[in-house]
C-alpha cells in the first residue's frame, strides 16, 4: 500500500511538470488555433539563458523574472518575425514553421551549451519529508504550487481584463474583432509572449528535476500534449489537471500492470490520448465546438 | 495520333522529359549517389500516400514513420524468417500496412483535425518502443540485418550494355525503387482524376456540404487512410532494402516529421509535390550542414559557426524560409508564378482587345 | 591487396633514371658534348630529381591503399553530434584534437591525418548513408571511432564487404572482439559493457555475498549487455541475488516508478543507464530516504555527471564504478606526463571541456590508431593495420591508468580488459586495489 501512495505520489510530481509545459500549449492555442511544435524548445532556451544568467553571478530571484521578460519579448519577436509571413497560410504551412523552428532552437542551443546534463537550482528545499510512510519533495510539490499560481494568473488575465478578452476576440473571431478596431497581429504577438513566459516558468521549474540539457523538454512534451489533449485543449484547468493525472496513470500503469513494463510508459500517454479522444472528443474540460455550415 | 500528341498539355511532356531523366540517372552518376536518390524516391513514395491522406482528403497525420515501420519490418521478417524473396514481400507488406491503415482510419473518425495529428503524433514517438518489444519477432533492439539485394542477370546485363559498368547492389534498389514509383505515382494520379479524388476534396474542402451531397464520408476517409498507409508501408519495405537494415532507431520520430515537411514543401494537393518533396526532404537535412562550408560568399566565422551547430540549425533555418517565401509548397510556388506570368502575358495582350484575362484555375 | 603506387613516386624514379641515363652518358659521351653543356645536362637533371623526389633520399617502395596519399592520410568518423546522444559527440573532437597535435609535430611519417566527422544523429539509417558517403564518394582510408552500437552494427557487414577498417568503434558491445573471425574489417577498443559487469560481480561477491541487487537498465543492446554480464559473472549465485530488475526507455520522463520499485526490495542498486538518466535516478534514490549500495556504469561515471547529481541534491553514499583511463580531475595525475599531454593536446578543440572524462577516452583511443598507423611504418595498407590492431597490439598508452596495457593477440581481440574498482569520495573518484584483469573471460 505504502508502495502504491509513493507510486501515486511520484506520478503526481511529475504530472506537475506535465501540467505546466501543457499551460503553455493551451495558451498558444487559445491564442491562434494552432499547436507550437517549438514550445518545448523554446521553453528550454529560455530555462538556458537563465542558467546564463545565475552562472554570472545573478541571483536566482532577479534571474527568474528577468528571464520571463525575456521569454516574453522573444516570443513576440518570433510571432513577428517567423509567424507573421505565414499567418494567412494554409495551417500546415505554419506547423512545418513551428517545426523547423524546433529544430533550429534545438540545434543553437546544442551548438552554444553542450549536451551534458546540468544542475540547476530550485527555490525550494531539496528535503523529502516522510508523511505517513511515503516520501514527499518540497520541490516537486513547489511545482505543482507554482502552475496553480500560473494558472490563476492566466485565468485572471484572460476572463477578467480587457486585454485578456480582446486577445480572447482576436484569437476566436479575427474578422469581427478588426471591424471593431482590435489590432489582431499585435494580439497575437502578444498571446505568443504570454505563452513563451509560462514555457519559461515550466522550464525552470522543470530543470532541477529534469537536468538542463538542450533535450530536456522533448519526451516532456508529449506527455503534455497528451494532458492538454485530456484536458481538453482550449481549457487552462484542463491543461493543469490533465497534467497531473498523465503522471499518475503513467506511474501506475508503468509500475503495476505487467505487460506495460517501465518501457512503454509513453506508450500509455498515446493510449491515453486515443481512449480520451474517441470517448470524449473535447476532453474532460473542453468547449464542445460547433462547425458551422 | 501525332495530332493527340500534339494537342497534350505541356505538363505532359514535362512528365516524359523527368521519367527518361530518372531512367538515365544511374548511368552518369556513381553508384553511391543512386543510393541516395533511390531513397529519396522512397520518400517521394511515402509523401505520395501521406499528401492522399493530408492533401486530398484533408486529414492530418503526423505519424506516417509507423507504417513505413511496419512496412519495413513485414518485409524484413518474411525475408529473414520465411526466407520469402524480398521483391515478392514489397506488395504483400505494402497492402498488410495498408489494411493496418484502414482499420487505424476508424477510430480516427471521430478525431478532429488537431486531436488526430496528435494521435498520430503519439504513435510516431512511441513506435520505436513497440517494436522492442515482441523480441522474438522483430529481433528486439539488435534489429535485422537484410543482405543486400542482388540484381538479377538480365538486370545486370542490360545495364553492362547501357554502361559498360557492372550493376552494383545500390543501382538495383534504385530502379526497383523507381519502378514502385511510376506504378504509385500513375495509380495516385488516377485515383485523384476520378470519382475517389473528387469525394475526398469535397470532403477536404467542406464536410458537411459533402456529407449533405451525399458523400460517404467515414467510407473515404478510412479509405484514404488505407491509401496513404499502403503506399507508406511499400516506401518502408523498400527502405529496408535501400540501408539494409531495420532497426527501431531508424524509425524515430523525426522521419514522421520528414515525411510532413517534405508534403508541405513540395506541395500539398499536387501529383509532382510529394516528388519535389522527397527529394528535399532527403537530401537538405544532410547536406545543407555540408554544404556551408563550401560557400565562399558567406563569411567564414559564419560557416564555421553554422558547420558546427549541426545540421538542425540549418534545416530548420531553411525550412522557415522555404516556408515563408512558397507556403503553398514548390509546386504551389511555380504554379502560382507561372499562372502569374500567363496572366501579365496576357493581360498584356487583352489590354489592346478590352478583354479581362480568365482566371488561372486550381486543380 | 591494393598496391597502389603514388604519382610522384614514379616522377623520382623517372627522375632518378634520367640522372643515372645523363651522369653515364656525360661521363661516357665523350666529346659529343660540350663541358658547359654536360655541366648544364647535369644541373638540369639534377634539379629534377631533386624537385620530384624531395629533399629526402629517394624512398624505399611503399604499399598504401585509398586515403592515403604521400602527404595524407583520410579518416572517416560518425557520431551523434547532435539529437539525443549528442553528449558522446564531444569524444570525436577529442580525438581530432589528438590528431591534430600529431599533425602539428609532422604527422606520421610525413603524412597528416585529416579526420573527416560526419553527424549521424544516432540514427543508424543515417549512419549507412554516410558511411556509404564516406566510403565510396570521399575514399577514406579507414572510418575510426563510429559511436553507437545499433548504428555500428548496421554497417559492419557493408564495411566488412568493402574491405574498408570499421577500426576501434567506440561502442562497448562485446560482438567487436567476440565475432573478430567473422568480421575481420572490425574492431572496439573501450572495454566491453559484459566484461565490465564481470568486474562488478567479482567485486559484490567478494564484499557483499547477500547482497540483494535490483538492476535498472535501459531498453537498448548497452543496456541490456551490462544486464548479460552481471547475470554471467555472477554465475550461479544470480537467479537468487538478483531480487529485481526494472526496464526503461529513453523516451520516458523520469526513472521514478522504476526506482520505487527496485527500492521495496533490493539493498543494492546497479545503474545502467546513461548519463541523464543515471542523474534522475541518484536523485529519486535519495529523494526516498533509500540507502543501497550503488553500482555506476561507466559511461555514466564522468565526475561532471556526479557534480551535476550531487547539485541537485543526490547524496552519492556507496557508490562504486570502475575506470579504466585517468580522471582528468584527480589530484593525483595532477604532475603525470599523460596527463600533463592530454591538457596540451585538449587545448586544440575549442567546444571540448577539459574535464570531461569522455574527452580524454577520445584522445587515448587517437592515440592508439597513431601507434597502430606508426607500426604499419611502409606497409600502409588497409589489412595491414587491421592485423596490427587485432592481433599485434601491445601499447603502453599515457592516458590509460598505470598498468593497463592495450593488447591484442591471436585469440583475443579485445584491445583493453584491465578496469581498477573505484568509489565516490563525496569530491571524487578514489581507486581501490589494483587492476584487475577479465582478458579473456568473455566467450
Redesign the interface.
Known amino acids: 500500500m505504502q508502495e502504491f501512495m509513493q507510486q501515486v505520489v511520484s506520478g503526481i510530481a511529475i504530472g506537475g511538470i506535465f501540467a505546466s509545459l501543457a499551460l503553455a500549449l493551451v495558451l498558444i492555442y487559445n491564442a491562434m488555433g494552432l499547436v507550437n511544435f517549438a514550445q518545448g524548445e523554446m521553453a528550454m532556451m529560455a530555462t538556458f539563458i537563465a542558467f546564463t544568467l545565475i552562472d554570472r553571478g545573478v541571483s536566482y530571484w532577479i534571474a527568474f523574472p528577468a528571464t520571463l521578460l525575456i521569454a516574453f519579448a522573444g516570443g513576440v519577436a518570433i510571432q513577428r518575425v517567423v509567424i507573421r509571413p505565414v499567418e494567412r497560410a494554409p495551417v500546415l504551412t505554419l506547423v512545418i514553421v513551428t517545426l523547423g523552428l524546433a529544430a533550429l532552437v534545438n540545434g543553437m542551443a546544442g551548438f552554444i551549451y553542450g549536451y551534458l546534463p546540468r544542475a540547476f537550482p530550485s527555490p525550494f528545499p531539496v528535503v523529502t519529508v516522510n508523511v505517513l510512510g511515503v516520501f514527499v519533495s518540497y520541490r516537486d510539490l513547489g511545482v505543482i504550487a507554482v502552475s496553480g499560481v500560473v494558472l490563476l494568473a492566466i485565468y485572471l488575465l484572460l476572463q477578467r481584463t480587457t486585454i485578456g478578452l480582446t486577445m480572447r476576440a482576436a484569437a476566436h473571431h479575427p474578422e469581427a474583432s478588426r471591424l471593431l478596431g482590435v489590432n489582431v497581429s499585435w494580439m497575437l504577438a502578444l498571446g505568443w509572449g504570454l505563452a513563451s513566459a509560462v514555457g519559461a516558468v515550466s522550464g525552470i521549474m522543470a530543470a532541477p528535476i529534469l537536468f538542463l540539457e538542450p533535450n530536456m523538454m522533448q519526451t516532456v512534451i508529449i506527455y503534455a500534449f497528451a494532458a492538454a489533449v485530456l484536458g481538453g485543449v482550449d481549457s487552462p484547468l484542463g491543461a493543469v489537471i490533465g497534467g497531473l493525472i498523465v503522471g499518475v496513470t503513467v506511474n501506475l500503469a508503468g509500475a503495476y500492470i505487467p505487460f506495460v513494463g517501465g518501457d512503454l510508459q509513453l506508450a500509455v500517454a498515446l493510449a491515453i490520448i486515443i481512449t480520451v479522444l474517441v470517448l470524449k472528443p473535447n476532453g474532460l474540460f473542453g468547449r464542445p465546438s460547433v462547425r458551422r455550415v | 495520333m501525332l495530332q493527340r500528341i500534339r494537342n497534350a498539355p505541356t505538363r505532359y511532356g514535362l512528365v516524359v522529359v523527368v521519367i527518361i531523366l530518372l531512367l538515365g540517372l544511374p548511368t552518369v552518376i556513381s553508384s553511391f549517389q543512386a543510393g541516395e536518390w533511390a531513397q529519396a524516391l522512397i520518400l517521394a513514395i511515402a509523401i505520395m500516400g501521406l499528401n492522399i491522406l493530408v492533401g486530398y482528403s484533408g486529414q492530418l497525420s503526423l505519424g506516417h514513420g509507423a507504417f513505413m515501420a511496419l512496412g519495413a519490418y513485414t518485409s524484413a521478417i518474411l525475408a529473414h524468417r520465411y526466407k520469402v524473396d524480398y521483391l515478392l514481400t514489397i506488395p504483400i507488406a505494402g497492402l498488410l500496412t495498408g489494411i493496418a491503415g484502414f482499420l487505424f482510419g476508424v477510430p480516427a473518425l471521430r478525431l478532429s483535425a488537431l486531436y488526430l495529428a496528435l494521435a498520430t503524433f503519439a504513435l510516431a514517438v512511441v513506435t520505436p518502443s513497440l517494436i522492442k518489444r515482441p523480441v522474438g519477432l522483430t529481433n528486439g533492439v539488435q534489429g535485422i540485418i537484410l543482405l543486400p539485394p542482388d540484381p538479377p542477370q538480365l538486370a545486370k546485363d542490360a545495364f553492362t550494355i547501357v554502361t559498360g559498368r557492372a550493376m552494383t547492389s545500390d543501382q538495383w534498389t534504385y530502379y526497383v525503387t523507381l519502378a514502385f514509383a511510376f506504378v504509385l505515382f500513375w495509380l495516385a494520379w488516377n485515383l485523384v482524376r476520378h470519382r475517389a479524388g473528387r469525394a475526398m476534396r469535397a470532403i477536404r474542402d467542406g464536410e458537411v456540404a459533402a456529407a449533405a451531397s451525399g458523400v460517404n464520408i467515414a467510407g473515404y476517409k478510412t479509405l484514404a487512410f488505407g491509401i496513404s498507409a499502403l503506399y507508406a508501408g511499400i516506401a518502408g519495405s523498400l527502405y529496408g532494402m535501400s540501408t539494409g537494415f531495420v532497426n527501431p532507431d531508424t524509425f524515430p520520430f523525426s522521419l514522421s516529421i520528414q515525411l510532413l515537411v517534405g508534403a508541405v514543401i513540395g506541395g500539398l494537393a499536387s501529383i509532382p509535390g510529394p516528388l519535389i518533396g522527397g527529394i528535399f526532404a532527403y537530401f537538405l537535412p544532410i547536406y545543407s550542414n555540408q554544404w556551408v562550408p563550401t560557400q565562399t560568399w558567406i563569411p567564414s566565422q559564419i560557416a564555421s559557426a553554422v558547420e558546427k551547430a549541426g545540421p538542425a540549425v540549418t534545416y530548420g533555418a531553411l525550412l522557415i524560409v522555404i516556408m515563408i517565401f512558397a507556403p503553398n509548397g514548390i509546386v504551389g510556388l511555380i504554379t502560382g508564378s507561372y499562372a502569374r506570368l500567363r496572366r501579365r502575358l496576357r493581360g498584356a495582350v487583352d489590354r489592346e482587345s478590352g478583354q479581362a484575362p480568365p482566371e488561372s484555375q486550381t486543380a | 591487396m591494393n598496391r597502389r603506387v603514388p604519382r610522384d613516386f614514379v616522377s623520382c624514379i623517372a627522375g632518378e633514371t634520367l640522372f643515372k641515363y645523363a651522369y653515364v652518358f656525360m661521363n661516357f659521351g665523350g666529346p659529343l658534348m660540350a663541358r658547359t653543356g654536360r655541366r648544364l645536362a647535369a644541373l638540369v637533371t639534377f634539379l629534377v630529381t631533386v624537385a620530384a623526389c624531395g629533399s629526402t633520399t629517394p624512398a624505399p617502395v611503399v604499399a598504401t591503399d585509398v586515403g592515403i596519399t604521400s602527404t595524407g592520410i583520410l579518416i572517416g568518423n560518425t557520431n551523434a553530434?547532435?539529437?539525443?546522444a549528442?553528449?558522446y559527440?564531444?569524444i570525436s573532437n577529442a580525438s581530432n584534437a589528438y590528431y591534430t597535435y600529431i599533425n602539428n609535430q609532422g604527422g606520421i611519417n610525413g603524412r597528416k591525418i585529416t579526420y573527416k566527422i560526419?553527424?549521424d544523429?544516432?540514427?543508424?539509417?543515417?549512419t549507412?548513408?554516410?558511411t556509404?558517403?564516406l566510403v565510396?564518394?570521399d575514399q577514406v582510408f579507414a572510418i575510426f571511432g563510429g559511436l553507437g552500437t545499433?548504428?555500428q552494427?548496421?554497417v559492419r557487414?557493408?564495411m566488412n564487404?568493402q574491405k574498408v577498417p570499421q577500426i576501434f568503434v567506440y561502442t562497448g558491445a562485446t560482438t567487436w572482439g567476440l565475432d573478430y573471425t567473422q568480421h575481420n574489417y572490425t574492431l572496439g577498443w573501450i572495454p566491453s559493457y559484459q566484461a565490465e559487469s564481470h568486474i562488478y560481480a567479482k567485486d559484490i561477491l567478494a564484499n557483499h555475498p547477500n547482497a540483494k541487487i535490483g538492476v535498472l537498465y535501459q531498453?537498448?543492446?548497452y543496456g541490456?549487455d551490462y544486464l548479460k554480464g552481471l547475470t554471467d559473472g555472477l554465475g550461479a549465485a544470480a537467479s537468487t541475488m538478483i531480487v529485481d530488475k526494472?526496464?526503461?526507455?529513453?523516451?520516458?520522463?523520469?526513472?521514478?516508478?522504476?526506482i520505487?520499485?527496485l527500492a521495496?526490495k533490493a539493498d543494492t542498486l546497479f545503474l545502467f543507464t546513461t548519463?541523464?538518466f543515471t542523474?534522475?535516478s541518484l536523485?529519486?534514490v535519495?529523494?526516498?530516504?533509500w540507502e543501497p549500495n550503488i553500482y555506476l556504469n561507466s559511461v555514466s561515471n564522468p565526475r561532471?555527471?556526479m557534480?551535476?547529481?550531487?547539485?541537485?541534491?543526490a547524496a552519492l553514499k556507496n557508490v562504486t564504478s570502475i575506470a579504466y583511463l585517468k580522471d582528468p580531475t584527480d589530484p593525483q595525475w595532477a604532475n603525470d606526463a599523460g596527463m600533463t599531454l592530454y591538457k596540451t593536446v585538449i587545448a586544440l578543440c575549442s567546444?571540448c571541456?577539459a574535464n570531461?572524462g569522455f574527452n580524454i577516452s577520445g584522445v587515448a583511443a587517437a592515440y592508439t590508431m597513431v601507434d597502430v598507423l606508426k607500426k604499419a611504418g611502409t606497409n600502409l595498407t588497409r589489412r595491414n593495420v587491421m592485423d596490427i590492431a587485432a592481433t599485434q597490439l601491445n601499447e603502453n598508452n599515457p592516458f590509460t591508468l598505470p598498468g593497463v596495457v592495450v593488447k591484442t593477440s591471436a585469440n583475443d581481440h579485445f584491445p583493453i580488459s584491465q578496469m581498477q574498482v573505484e568509489t565516490w569520495s563525496g569530491t571524487g573518484w578514489t581507486l581501490q586495489g589494483s587492476l584487475i584483469d577479465v582478458r579473456g573471460t568473455i566467450k
Open positions: 553530434l547532435s539529437g539525443v549528442a553528449a559527440g564531444t560526419l553527424d544523429v544516432y540514427n543508424p539509417a543515417n549507412v548513408t554516410l556509404k558517403q565510396e564518394q545499433q548504428d552494427t548496421s557487414d557493408y564487404a531498453n537498448d543492446d541490456l526494472e526496464i526503461y526507455d529513453v523516451t520516458a520522463a523520469s526513472p521514478a516508478a522504476q520505487t520499485k521495496q548519463p541523464t542523474v534522475k536523485v529519486v535519495t529523494a526516498l530516504h561532471t555527471t557534480g551535476a547529481a550531487s547539485k541537485a541534491g567546444t571541456d570531461n
